[in-house]
């Protein structure tokens, strides 16, 4: 499935919840949005709390795609194309380097 399809998808589950109306008690904001990104990652990272083998790779499927559902949604209030941005990306990370030791 590509990105703008999900992207739909995602735009209508927000919207069948209300959550881009006026009065909602989740709005939909920028920062709204990006302070869930996190804390969505930081459930992700449950998952290695404590071990190196993931207990439960369901649950993580489902924490994972909760970080997806909120990065585009970010992405795609602010107008960021976030296909476009990762090619952008991977082009630069091409010519960068990373040095084996931090210094």
Known sequence: MDLKTLESLMHAFVKSKGWYEDDSPHPQ???NLAISLVVEAAEVLEHFQWDEEVVDKSALAGEL???MLYLLQLASIQEIDLGQAVLDKLKVNYDRT????RK
């Open 65 to 67: 795609a909760d970080v």
């Open 29 to 31: 904001t920028a920062k």
């Open 98 to 101: 990373w040095d084996e030791k």
